[in-house]
């Protein structure tokens, strides 16, 4: 019976290291794969090049690390004030028949797969902007409106996670004091819930450089550093998922090195979001 | 005058935030309308059931029916002890310290790892260097490692709302630890893990990016665990981006949201009951 236990204690110990192990494994594939062509151009050339040619053996990724981040703001100057309103509005005003209804929505937009979303910016969103906005349509402000939306219910639910868990004491006392509603959700709640709200956008910001189906479809792909929002683009993800299922050799090993920095660009987030979030618990 | 400036502003802020819900809603419900409204004429009988022709411009999409499932349950086989193991090792046998805290750290990080990081993982590992191929087997073992966090996590939820009461009555009529989890924890906490896997089922069935680089996109009927399929996503993709057929994209794109739909529904209302039963 002793002995049993002791192996079960052993085993389940072994299966909770697994996505500790998972990551391990992905980080040392992708590296493995990728270093040699970053070794073989240059750092420098690699991430500072700006000419992405894999037929003449030049591979740049700048204009897809820059074009990655006009995307990613784009989509959070729409989400941020759209989640933090939705957040407010799910926790603290909450008409009962609307929020019964806003709810499932916000589940509901976190399940919709993201080619379904990347079509209907294609089919719905592209002419729209082609037409009132001029350009190809295909372009950083689709992508950006898309990716603004796909983020929602990760800033709404993390938000609303630290919001929900403020003692009560916060809310009496602002109220107890004649604050009105309004004054007491934004100077004493929200800031109160900061470090939550924070990762929780540090965390949507990852889920929008991470996109990369839907982003094939809506930015037009063009390799090139934008400079309007009305530009089609290339990100570091759509590099990958476009060129990967023809590439091969050292074009497939610059794919891995896209994959990289990628990779890096999101560890960093991920960091950062446990940093700002452990914070909160001390 | 002052008393009057703050009512102004919270009148404001209300219709703004009001504004800001009620859009949320509506774009949601335009996506949804658009493809139904164009992809519901097109779901038939012969769709569901009939073979694709002419690469997908024609006949049915049941092989991508077939291979979505296939490898959904390839994924949820590997992911759902592992997950849930992990899920009772951190909450049953151990306290919070390194440990805990080192699995936590993987966990979260996995959680962040985009899909196509996961994709280019799978191609490498999976496909070229365990040499399985393009296959049902690596497809579904990429999408293991992808949805093994919302596992870890919701399990982890469930097994922590199971009353305290359960363990110590189990403990104190002589259970081990191990017969306290399988025949008190578990059972109590089985709704709720439930749910998290059936939301993995539906983050399965949508992804794309991790599939097409690891289970390929053969329109061939799947005849074992080494075949390589096309999922009804990535059909509904190489439809739409190549242009082959707007009319059976619409169709694919809309049963993926019907598929969606029902999925999504079930786990919330399994979520309410469960909810509902433990207050």
């Given at each position: 019976?002793?002995?049993?236990?002791?192996?079960?204690?052993?085993?389940?110990?072994?299966?909770?290291?697994?996505?500790?192990?998972?990551?391990?494994?992905?980080?040392?594939?992708?590296?493995?794969?990728?270093?040699p062509l970053?070794?073989k151009i240059?750092?420098?050339?690699?991430?500072?090049?700006?000419?992405?040619?894999p037929?003449?053996g030049s591979y740049?990724?700048?204009?897809?690390?820059?074009?990655?981040?006009?995307?990613?703001?784009?989509?959070?100057?729409?989400?941020?004030?759209?989640?933090?309103?939705?957040?407010?509005?799910?926790?603290?005003?909450?008409?009962?028949?609307?929020?019964?209804?806003?709810?499932?929505?916000?589940?509901?937009?976190?399940?919709?797969?993201?080619?379904?979303?990347?079509?209907?910016?294609?089919?719905?969103?592209?002419?729209?902007?082609?037409?009132?906005?001029?350009?190809?349509?295909?372009?950083?402000?689709?992508?950006?409106?898309?990716?603004?939306?796909?983020?929602?219910?990760?800033?709404?639910?993390?938000?609303?996670?630290?919001?929900?868990?403020?003692?009560?004491?916060?809310?009496?006392?602002?109220?107890?004091?004649?604050?009105?509603?309004?004054?007491?959700?934004?100077?004493?709640?929200?800031?109160?819930?900061?470090?939550?709200?924070?990762?929780?956008?540090?965390?949507?910001?990852?889920?929008?450089?991470?996109?990369?189906?839907?982003?094939?479809?809506?930015?037009?792909?063009?390799?090139?550093?934008?400079?309007?929002?009305?530009?089609?683009?290339?990100?570091?993800?759509?590099?990958?998922?476009?060129?990967?299922?023809?590439a091969s050799g050292d074009h497939r090993q610059a794919l891995f090195a896209?994959?990289?920095?990628?990779?890096?660009?999101?560890?960093?987030?991920?960091?950062?979001?446990?940093?700002?979030?452990?914070?909160?618990?001390? | 005058?002052?008393?009057?400036?703050?009512?102004?502003?919270?009148?404001?802020?209300?219709?703004?935030?009001?504004?800001?819900?009620?859009?949320?809603?509506?774009?949601?419900?335009?996506?949804?309308?658009?493809?139904?409204?164009?992809?519901?004429?097109?779901?038939?009988?012969?769709?569901?059931?009939?073979?694709?022709?002419?690469?997908?411009?024609?006949?049915?999409?049941?092989?991508?029916?077939?291979?979505?499932?296939?490898?959904?349950?390839?994924?949820?086989?590997?992911?759902?002890?592992?997950?849930?193991?992990?899920?009772?090792?951190?909450?049953?046998?151990?306290?919070?310290?390194?440990?805990?805290?080192?699995?936590?750290?993987?966990?979260?990080?996995?959680?962040?790892?985009?899909?196509?990081?996961?994709?280019?993982?799978?191609?490498?590992?999976?496909?070229?260097?365990?040499?399985?191929?393009?296959?049902?087997?690596?497809?579904?073992?990429?999408?293991?490692?992808?949805?093994?966090?919302?596992?870890?996590?919701?399990?982890?939820?469930?097994?922590?709302?199971?009353?305290?009461?359960?363990?110590?009555?189990?403990?104190?009529?002589?259970?081990?630890?191990?017969?306290?989890?399988?025949?008190?924890?578990?059972?109590?906490?089985?709704?709720?893990?439930?749910?998290?896997?059936?939301?993995?089922?539906?983050?399965?069935?949508?992804?794309?990016?991790?599939?097409?680089?690891?289970?390929?996109?053969?329109?061939?009927?799947?005849?074992?665990?080494?075949?390589?399929?096309?999922?009804?996503?990535?059909?509904?993709?190489?439809?739409?981006?190549?242009?082959?057929?707007?009319?059976?994209?619409?169709?694919?794109?809309?049963?993926?949201?019907?598929?969606?739909?029902?999925?999504?529904?079930?786990?919330?209302?399994?979520?309410?009951?469960?909810?509902?039963?433990?207050?």
């Amino acid at each position: 019976m002793e002995i049993k236990e002791k192996i079960i204690e052993k085993l389940l110990l072994l299966v909770a290291l697994s996505s500790i192990t998972i990551l391990g494994l992905i980080t040392f594939f992708i590296f493995e794969e990728g270093i040699p062509l970053i070794l073989k151009i240059g750092p420098r050339a690699f991430i500072l090049g700006q000419r992405w040619v894999p037929s003449q053996g030049s591979y740049g990724i700048l204009p897809m690390i820059v074009s990655s981040f006009w995307v990613t703001f784009g989509a959070l100057a729409l989400g941020i004030p759209l989640g933090l309103a939705c957040t407010i509005f799910l926790c603290e005003w909450t008409p009962p028949a609307v929020a019964m209804i806003l709810r499932p929505a916000i589940h509901l937009l976190a399940a919709i797969p993201s080619v379904i979303y990347g079509f209907w910016g294609l089919v719905v969103l592209v002419p729209l902007v082609r037409n009132y906005l001029g350009g190809p349509g295909l372009s950083i402000l689709s992508g950006s409106l898309i990716l603004g939306f796909m983020i929602l219910p990760t800033i709404i639910s993390i938000s609303e996670d630290s919001l929900k868990a403020l003692p009560p004491t916060y809310r009496q006392g602002a109220l107890a004091l004649g604050a009105t509603h309004w004054q007491t959700i934004w100077r004493v709640l929200i800031p109160a819930a900061r470090s939550g709200i924070v990762a929780s956008i540090i965390l949507g910001m990852g889920r929008a450089l991470g996109e990369t189906m839907a982003m094939i479809m809506v930015l037009g792909n063009a390799v090139k550093m934008p400079s309007s929002f009305l530009d089609s683009a290339r990100t570091l993800t759509t590099n990958i998922g476009i060129e990967m299922g023809y590439a091969s050799g050292d074009h497939r090993q610059a794919l891995f090195a896209t994959g990289i920095i990628l990779f890096l660009i999101i560890m960093i987030l991920n960091f950062l979001a446990i940093f700002v979030s452990r914070r909160r618990v001390d | 005058m002052a008393r009057r400036t703050r009512y102004w502003t919270q009148r404001i802020a209300k219709v703004l935030i009001w504004a800001a819900a009620l859009s949320t809603i509506a774009v949601m419900v335009l996506i949804l309308v658009q493809i139904l409204r164009e992809g519901i004429p097109v779901l038939s009988f012969h769709f569901f059931l009939g073979s694709p022709r002419d690469m997908g411009r024609g006949g049915g999409i049941l092989p991508t029916i077939v291979g979505t499932f296939a490898l959904t349950a390839v994924a949820i086989f590997f992911a759902a002890p592992l997950g849930v193991g992990t899920a009772i090792f951190l909450r049953e046998y151990t306290k919070e310290g390194r440990i805990s805290r080192l699995i936590r750290f993987g966990t979260d990080c996995l959680a962040g790892v985009p899909s196509i990081i996961f994709g280019l993982f799978g191609f490498v590992f999976f496909v070229i260097y365990l040499n399985m191929g393009w296959s049902i087997l690596s497809g579904g073992l990429t999408l293991a490692a992808m949805i093994l966090p919302t596992i870890i996590s919701t399990a982890e939820e469930a097994i922590k709302a199971t009353p305290g009461s359960y363990r110590e009555v189990s403990y104190s009529l002589g259970g081990t630890k191990w017969q306290t989890v399988t025949r008190a924890i578990l059972p109590s906490a089985l709704p709720g893990i439930f749910t998290g896997i059936i939301l993995s089922v539906g983050r399965s069935i949508g992804e794309t990016a991790a599939v097409i680089l690891t289970a390929g996109s053969s329109l061939l009927m799947p005849t074992s665990l080494f075949s390589p399929i096309r999922t009804m996503s990535v059909h509904f993709y190489i439809l739409a981006r190549e242009g082959i057929s707007m009319e059976m994209a619409y169709g694919t794109g809309a049963a993926l949201i019907l598929l969606v739909l029902f999925i999504n529904t079930l786990a919330h209302w399994l979520i309410n009951r469960y909810i509902h039963r433990r207050t």
